[in-house]
């Protein structure tokens, strides 16, 4: 195995241990430079300065080198290519060889003999680094804090030397010579010698100054700009700037820490260079502090019944969410002082969750600001970059209140649910601060560096399933639940909503088209499959257009009164088809009741026997807790074979299979229990369940029967596929309320608690 290194050979800049350099290098010309970094990758590297510039071959190199790593490679606009490289340590090369266009060698640790002196040295050093940075205009005090980070002599004479002014060449024998103490007499020479040139330009720099008058100078530098302004045809923008900025501050509304933070900022501007590149990043974050509503409210809309009758006219239904927008309103009033609320609304997709939330804002008064959270990783999305570069900018919780252009608008974060965490950071933790009501009142952006008030704000956040929102962000939600609309509810929303709207649209009136009861709820069931509306929706506006064309391609007809015929006309064959309930009475065939995003249907459950070693066969794509149901019911039968009459030869000599139709869809839910018991008990039997009964529920081992979700559009599917009897648990009997009446009807609903409440109507009633 080769564990060499791939040799890096730089001839303009020298790389120390302990420091990071960016290079920035043109694909055409540098190719021995390509050829490395694509081979590296993210390994290990030895980095050389060749003794001859010219001369790139084995005798050139120098016996010591640097180990580095690559740790950034970036394609910058130029078309250059940007790399980062970290000196990790001082290494002695040895064997190196010539491998096609690049080269590899060997390496080992560079021992260092430390003694007596080198404490001395250090202090020297630290000594001649202090008079050094005080007296040269260029050396920043950066370095001073790096300085107390190192406590060897060879590393404090690599920090300093890579920011020493001195050449090429001159820098490569810090690399070459290993004794720390030899190093630290280069450097004080080195640092005594650039001083020298300092003071000497200082020198001059004065006897000049005094030949000027100061009055002459401040007017010729200024004129000179003037004229280089005009000559560019820029003009004097930053004094415009500054006046600008100056007059909005003053009609400003805010308190005095935030004013007296601005003012800094902008006496910082007006002193720059013109030239600066500080220069575009303070104006920005002044642009930002200037148009922040600081103090700017709404006033909310006190008329309970007005803001009712909005939330009526733009949603059907969703009576918990309006209750809770008018509870808070009505608190608010009566004691004029109240916390905005922070709602989440979970759903499926299509029920109107965000649309609800605009309606929310709407009918209060308020602006809205908006944002989707889905797939975001990094939390400086939320708090903001800090100013510490080009092109850094507050989150998008400080960009949305400014776009909303007040404190108190309601907030709308969609997708809540669908946020990553990864390397970048948590965006979830980073949004608690901003969701907390014990925190929010003083909330911070890494960008705007001030606290923020967002206690005014109605945050309603949004999310498809509650399980994935974080915890800690949960815990500080109000849940609200909003279920996919049952058809009836479509039915309604078609009628009172969607088709005045689509009739308005394509140009129609109510004179020109009508629509039966029965064809829009056929396009309900056979066109569309959803939770919400939003297909339903489209599917009446392809409708509407192809009555229109036909309208102006064909004057004889001027009348359309849609029924079910006219529906697969214009529409073609039915796109979707639920489980109907049709064909005679079986053994071992019974009618479960499924509950999807799009709504009820019925879930046949079918099992045979054939003879086997008592195996039990699951198909039909099952999810676990399925599978677990069919294992309970089958082994609450054997443990009641006497009572159901059953005889243990049945279970010793045969296997049976469980089978659950549409194999291809995944079903899981802990309601299947009683109906695979019956299954099974009608094939053990052999009797037969007839065709109008479904049932649902969960059973246990000692056969009672627990409650089950989604009653409401389990019973809607099983009424639509002509059911006529339905089992539910008896903890569902208060679910009762919230079905239609049309359905409720049509359907003998039997509660019970215990599976021996199916077995006496089913198998004890007569039937055969």
Same mark, same amino acid.
């Given at each position: 195995?080769?564990?060499?290194?791939?040799?890096?050979?730089?001839?303009?800049?020298?790389?120390?241990?302990?420091?990071?350099?960016?290079?920035? =290098?043109?694909?055409?010309?540098?190719?021995?430079?390509?050829?490395?970094?694509?081979?590296?990758?993210?390994?290990? !590297?030895? *980095?050389?300065?060749?003794?001859?510039?010219?001369? @790139?071959?084995?005798?050139?190199?120098?016996?010591?080198? @640097?180990?580095?790593?690559?740790?950034?490679?970036?394609?910058?606009?130029?078309?250059?290519?940007?790399?980062?490289?970290?000196?990790?340590?001082?290494?002695?090369?040895?064997?190196?060889?010539?491998?096609?266009?690049?080269?590899?060698?060997?390496?080992?640790?560079?021992?260092?003999?430390?003694?007596?002196?080198?404490?001395?040295?250090?202090?020297?050093?630290?000594?001649?680094?202090?008079?050094?940075?005080? %007296?040269?205009?260029?050396?920043?005090?950066?370095?001073?804090?790096?300085?107390?980070?190192?406590?060897?002599?060879?590393?404090?004479?690599?920090?300093?030397?890579?920011?020493?002014?001195?050449?090429?060449?001159?820098?490569?024998?810090?690399? +070459?010579?290993?004794?720390?103490?030899?190093?630290?007499?280069?450097?004080?020479?080195?640092?005594?010698?650039?001083?020298?040139?300092?003071?000497?330009?200082?020198?001059?720099? $004065?006897?000049?100054?005094?030949?000027?008058?100061? +009055?002459?100078?401040?007017?010729?530098?200024?004129?000179?700009?003037?004229?280089?302004?005009?000559?560019?045809?820029?003009?004097?923008?930053?004094?415009?700037?500054?006046? #600008?900025?100056?007059?909005?501050?003053?009609?400003?509304?805010?308190?005095?820490?935030?004013?007296?933070?601005?003012?800094?900022?902008?006496?910082?501007?007006?002193?720059?260079?013109?030239?600066?590149?500080?220069?575009?990043?303070?104006?920005? =974050?002044?642009?930002?502090?200037?148009?922040?509503?600081?103090?700017?409210?709404?006033?909310?809309?006190?008329?309970?019944?007005? @803001?009712?009758?909005?939330?009526?006219?733009?949603?059907?239904?969703?009576?918990?969410?309006?209750?809770?927008?008018?509870?808070?309103?009505?608190?608010?009033?009566?004691?004029?002082?109240?916390?905005?609320?922070?709602?989440?609304?979970?759903?499926?997709?299509?029920?109107?969750?965000?649309?609800?939330?605009?309606?929310?804002?709407?009918?209060?008064?308020?602006?809205?600001?908006?944002?989707?959270?889905?797939?975001?990783?990094?939390?400086?999305?939320?708090?903001?970059?800090?100013?510490?570069?080009?092109?850094?900018?507050?989150?998008?919780?400080?960009?949305?209140? #400014?776009? $909303?252009?007040?404190?108190?608008?309601?907030?709308?974060?969609?997708?809540?649910? %669908?946020?990553?965490?990864?390397?970048?950071?948590?965006?979830?933790? $980073?949004?608690?601060?901003?969701?907390?009501?014990?925190?929010?009142?003083?909330?911070?952006?890494?960008?705007?560096?001030?606290?923020?008030?967002?206690?005014?704000?109605?945050?309603?956040?949004?999310?498809?399933?509650?399980?994935?929102?974080?915890?800690?962000?949960?815990?500080?939600?109000?849940?609200?639940? *909003?279920?996919?609309?049952?058809?009836?509810?479509?039915?309604?929303?078609?009628?009172?909503?969607?088709?005045?709207?689509?009739?308005?649209?394509?140009?129609?009136?109510?004179?020109?088209?009508? !629509?039966?009861?029965?064809?829009?709820?056929? *396009?309900?069931?056979?066109?569309?499959?959803?939770?919400?509306?939003?297909?339903?929706? #489209?599917?009446?506006?392809?409708?509407?257009?192809?009555?229109?064309?036909?309208?102006?391609? +064909?004057?004889?007809?001027?009348?359309?009164?849609?029924?079910?015929?006219?529906?697969?006309?214009?529409?073609?064959?039915?796109?979707?088809? =639920?489980?109907?309930?049709?064909? %005679?009475?079986?053994?071992?065939?019974?009618?479960?009741?499924?509950?999807?995003?799009?709504?009820?249907?019925?879930?046949?459950?079918?099992?045979?026997?054939?003879?086997?070693?008592?195996?039990?066969?699951?198909?039909?794509?099952?999810?676990?807790?399925?599978?677990?149901?069919?294992?309970?019911?089958?082994?609450?039968?054997?443990?009641?074979?006497?009572?159901?009459?059953?005889?243990?030869?049945?279970?010793?000599?045969?296997?049976?299979?469980?089978? @659950?139709?549409?194999?291809?869809?995944?079903?899981?839910?802990?309601?299947?229990?009683?109906?695979? +018991?019956?299954?099974?008990?009608?094939?053990?039997?052999?009797?037969?369940?007839?065709?109008?009964?479904?049932?649902?529920?969960?059973?246990?081992?000692?056969? #009672?029967?627990?409650?089950?979700?989604?009653?409401?559009?389990?019973?809607?599917?099983?009424?639509?596929?002509?059911?006529?009897?339905?089992?539910?648990?008896?903890?569902?009997?208060?679910?009762?309320?919230?079905?239609?009446?049309?359905?409720?009807?049509?359907?003998?609903?039997?509660?019970?608690?215990?599976?021996?409440?199916?077995?006496?109507?089913?198998?004890?009633?007569?039937? %055969?």
């Amino acid at each position: 195995m080769d564990d060499k290194l791939l040799v890096l050979i730089i001839n303009d800049m020298v790389i120390f241990p302990n420091n990071e350099v960016r290079i920035e =290098y043109d694909n055409i010309y540098d190719k021995q430079m390509i050829d490395i970094v694509n081979k590296i990758g993210d390994s290990l !590297m030895l *980095i050389v300065n060749p003794i001859e510039e010219k001369a @790139v071959n084995v005798t050139s190199f120098p016996k010591y080198g @640097v180990l580095g790593r690559l740790k950034l490679k970036m394609n910058v606009p130029n078309g250059k290519t940007r790399l980062v490289i970290e000196g990790i340590d001082r290494v002695e090369l040895y064997d190196f060889t010539e491998e096609g266009n690049y080269f590899k060698a060997n390496y080992k640790p560079v021992d260092i003999i430390e003694n007596d002196d080198i404490q001395t040295y250090f202090n020297i050093i630290l000594k001649t680094l202090d008079n050094y940075i005080g %007296k040269v205009p260029y050396m920043g005090n950066a370095i001073m804090s790096q300085v107390d980070n190192v406590d060897t002599l060879s590393d404090l004479c690599d920090l300093i030397v890579s920011y020493l002014p001195i050449n090429y060449e001159e820098k490569k024998k810090y690399i +070459t010579t290993i004794d720390p103490i030899e190093r630290a007499k280069y450097l004080v020479v080195d640092m005594n010698r650039d001083l020298k040139y300092v003071e000497l330009e200082q020198q001059i720099e $004065a006897e000049v100054e005094k030949e000027l008058n100061e +009055t002459q100078k401040e007017y010729f530098l200024r004129e000179k700009i003037k004229l280089m302004q005009k000559e560019l045809g820029e003009g004097n923008t930053k004094d415009s700037d500054v006046e #600008r900025i100056t007059k909005k501050l003053n009609k400003l509304k805010c308190n005095n820490k935030v004013k007296e933070k601005i003012e800094r900022e902008l006496e910082r501007y007006n002193s720059l260079n013109s030239n600066s590149p500080e220069l575009g990043m303070i104006r920005e =974050y002044l642009e930002w502090m200037i148009n922040l509503p600081w103090n700017k409210f709404t006033k909310d809309n006190d008329n309970l019944n007005r @803001v009712k009758d909005i939330l009526d006219s733009s949603h059907y239904a969703l009576e918990e969410v309006k209750d809770r927008i008018l509870e808070y309103l009505a608190v608010k009033q009566n004691t004029n002082n109240l916390r905005s609320p922070i709602l989440c609304l979970v759903g499926p997709p299509g029920v109107g969750k965000t649309s609800l939330a605009i309606s929310i804002a709407k009918s209060l008064g308020r602006k809205t600001a908006k944002i989707s959270v889905g797939g975001i990783n990094d939390e400086a999305e939320i708090v903001g970059h800090r100013r510490t570069y080009i092109g850094s900018s507050p989150g998008r919780i400080i960009q949305g209140i #400014r776009k $909303a252009g007040t404190t108190n608008p309601v907030f709308i974060i969609d997708e809540i649910d %669908k946020m990553t965490k990864d390397i970048k950071g948590d965006p979830a933790s $980073a949004l608690l601060e901003v969701l907390d009501p014990e925190q929010n009142n003083k909330f911070s952006d890494h960008y705007i560096e001030e606290e923020f008030d967002l206690s005014k704000v109605m945050f309603i956040a949004t999310a498809n399933y509650v399980e994935q929102i974080p915890y800690e962000l949960r815990d500080r939600l109000e849940i609200i639940n *909003i279920s996919s609309y049952t058809e009836y509810e479509k039915l309604d929303i078609a009628k009172n909503h969607l088709i005045p709207k689509e009739l308005e649209e394509h140009g129609l009136t109510s004179l020109q088209v009508q !629509m039966e009861d029965e064809a829009i709820l056929t *396009i309900i069931r056979n066109y569309t499959k959803e939770a919400g509306v939003r297909e339903l929706e #489209r599917t009446i506006a392809t409708l509407f257009r192809k009555i229109v064309k036909n309208i102006l391609l +064909t004057t004889d007809v001027s009348f359309y009164d849609i029924d079910n015929k006219m529906i697969e006309e214009l529409l073609g064959k039915k796109k979707y088809l =639920y489980l109907e309930n049709y064909g %005679k009475d079986e053994i071992g065939v019974v009618n479960g009741m499924a509950y999807t995003i799009f709504g009820g249907d019925i879930l046949p459950i079918e099992a045979t026997l054939f003879k086997g070693k008592g195996d039990l066969v699951l198909t039909g794509s099952l999810g676990e807790v399925m599978q677990e149901s069919c294992h309970i019911a089958l082994n609450y039968i054997k443990s009641n074979m006497d009572k159901y009459k059953i005889k243990n030869e049945v279970f010793e000599n045969n296997d049976i299979h469980i089978h @659950v139709p549409e194999g291809a869809v995944n079903k899981d839910g802990p309601s299947a229990g009683v109906t695979v +018991t019956t299954t099974l008990i009608s094939l053990f039997t052999k009797k037969k369940v007839p065709k109008t009964i479904a049932m649902t529920g969960e059973i246990t081992l000692r056969g #009672r029967v627990l409650g089950i979700g989604g009653l409401k559009e389990k019973v809607i599917g099983a009424h639509r596929a002509g059911i006529k009897t339905v089992f539910i648990p008896k903890e569902n009997e208060k679910d009762l309320d919230e079905i239609p009446k049309e359905v409720k009807k049509d359907i003998n609903f039997i509660t019970v608690n215990n599976y021996n409440d199916i077995f006496k109507v089913i198998f004890q009633g007569g039937n %055969k």
